[in-house]
């Protein structure tokens, strides 16, 4: 028998961040509602409220510990669908800031699909739950409060979405507990301020990073000692990322992409080859050769990062939590942003076993906290470049001088396996970013200051990729 402020719960959104969350709330609800404005696709394919999924989504290892916790089963249901791993450590070429990573041994394995086939496996294992329901088509456009505006009550919604503008019958529905997660678009400093609380400040950061995507089959005869590679630029002179993602069915997915406005093409398949010529190394444009395409170029520009502070607001209502990328969208470039789904959906968790009844303003405070190291980690390499664009002055000193810690120890991990881990670990968020004081990063870093000192560089520090 639930608390009777613990009835039901509704989800505005049936993305990443809707999905894990309706999963955490079935915990601790009688009643669960997610409310998508799309029709779910029968099977796993594109749909349009998640344009990104045309691009490469890499499930960071902490991320997919968390989903298979949350969702058991989820790994051998998208083994079954052909998804291959990857041993971020083995098997993969890493090209950070045009210098090659050394290999190191490593338990970093992820499953690596599409993102269109990891959420609808995880759409699957949400359905199951009994006290879970997806309302499909349904358009949330505001949200409704008692009589003292002190607390949301629920939603008003568009039960049938299909014109999407706003004709046609509207619902109310009621709730005990309402959170966004309705994305990067969400209304959310509308509705509220519709009734009387003022918007949130934004921190926005954008590097004005562009992508290109190309899906390929992966030739029978292909034979190499890797599955995926990434490759990404290095400021301010080489502003070119691109990667190879290895997905079910044999394919790879082929993500192109270029810092401060210098934009992949997303027209004409030659100039997509030639921009891989441009890449740090030449290793996708030799792999792409040989490769058949089997989708058109797709591209996407929507890629800064945007925190919507909610967490300093004096006024937040009562049962009302805004999540996910509605709250704070990252980069892509940096893959952490389903990762930060997951994390946010543990911690809302570990809020409603903790509290009889939900604190908003305490819940919104713990997702800045959740959020604020895979913010820094964004950020901070972001702005490294002079193209990047913020308006708040995050480039202060502290900034400055991480920046050049962070360019001697890229100098340390790109020629020690061990630090290469480390440094692995922290981009796949099992180690806090404070590990990059880690001793064998900062112990590297302090040798090669008295080397560079005594006037001898290190050697590994004048290498470039075309000598591996
Ligand atoms: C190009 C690109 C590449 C990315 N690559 C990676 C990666 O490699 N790894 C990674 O972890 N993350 C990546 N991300 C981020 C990742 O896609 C998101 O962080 C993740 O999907 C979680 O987002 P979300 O669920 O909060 O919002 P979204 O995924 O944006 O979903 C919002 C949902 O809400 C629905 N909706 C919107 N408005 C309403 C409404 N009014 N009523 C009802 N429903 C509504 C939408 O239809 C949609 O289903 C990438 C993002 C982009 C843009």
Redesign the pocket.
């Known amino acids: 028998m639930n608390e009777p402020n613990r009835m039901h719960a509704i989800v505005?959104?049936?993305?990443?961040?809707?999905?894990l969350v309706g999963r955490v709330l079935a915990n601790h609800f009688g009643k669960v509602t997610i409310?998508?404005?799309?029709q779910f696709p029968p099977e796993p394919s594109f749909?349009?409220?998640?344009?990104?999924?045309r691009?490469?989504?890499?499930?960071?290892v902490r991320?997919q510990q968390i989903l298979n916790e949350l969702l058991p089963g989820l790994d051998e249901a998208l083994a079954n669908a052909g998804a291959p791993t990857v041993d971020w450590g083995m098997e993969s070429i890493n090209i950070p800031g045009g210098v090659r990573l050394p290999r190191f041994e490593s338990e970093m394995i992820t499953r690596t699909c599409s993102?269109n086939l990891l959420?609808w496996h995880v759409r699957q294992r949400v359905a199951n739950f009994d006290n879970i329901t997806m309302r499909e088509n349904?358009?949330?456009?505001g949200l409704l409060f008692d009589s003292t505006k002190k607390r949301v009550t629920g939603v008003r919604?568009y039960p049938d979405?299909e014109a999407d503008d706003d004709k046609g019958s509207v619902e109310t529905w009621e709730a005990d507990l309402v959170i966004d997660?309705?994305?990067?678009?969400?209304?959310t400093p509308k509705w509220i301020q519709e009734h009387g609380y003022k918007p949130p400040q934004e921190t926005i950061i954008n590097s004005f990073l562009g992508?290109a995507t190309r899906w390929y089959k992966v030739p029978e005869d292909f034979q190499a000692d890797w599955k995926a590679i990434l490759i990404s630029g290095r400021p301010p002179d080489n502003p070119r990322y691109g990667g190879i993602y290895p997905i079910e069915n044999n394919q790879w997915i082929v993500?192109l992409a270029g810092m401060g406005g210098i934009y992949p093409p997303t027209d004409d398949q030659e100039a997509f080859l030639e921009y891989t010529r441009q890449l740090a190394s030449p290793l996708i444009y030799q792999a792409l050769s040989k490769a058949e395409p089997i989708t058109s170029i797709h591209g996407?520009r929507?890629?800064a990062n945007r925190w919507r502070h909610y967490e300093k607001l004096d006024r937040w209502p009562n049962d009302f939590i805004v999540?996910?990328?509605?709250f704070c969208?990252?980069n892509?470039?940096y893959?952490?942003?389903?990762?930060?789904?997951a994390l946010s959906a543990m911690a809302l968790d570990k809020h409603l076993s903790t509290y009889a009844r939900v604190k908003s303003q305490k819940m919104q405070k713990v997702l800045a906290s959740t959020s604020k190291n895979v913010w820094r980690l964004a950020t901070g390499e972001d702005l490294r470049w002079p193209t990047t664009e913020a308006n708040t002055d995050e480039l202060g000193l502290t900034t400055r001088l991480s920046h050049r810690y962070v360019e001697k120890a890229r100098l340390v991990y790109q020629r020690n396996p061990d630090a290469a881990r480390v440094f692995f670990e922290i981009a796949h968020l099992i180690r806090p970013p404070t590990q990059l004081f880690h001793p064998v990063l900062l112990g590297g870093v302090i040798q090669d200051s008295l080397l560079g000192l005594i006037g001898k560089e290190t050697e590994t520090s004048q290498l470039t990729v075309s000598e591996f």
Do not use: W
Not at 12 to 19: F, K, N, P, R, V
């Open positions: 505005i959104g049936g993305s990443m961040t809707g999905l409310v998508e404005r799309d749909r349009k409220g998640v344009p990104q999924a691009h490469i989504h890499v499930l960071l991320g993102r959420e349904c358009r949330v456009n919604v979405n997660a309705s994305g990067r678009n969400s209304q992508y993500t996407y929507n890629t999540m996910g990328d509605a969208s990252f892509p470039a893959g952490q942003g389903m990762t930060v789904s």
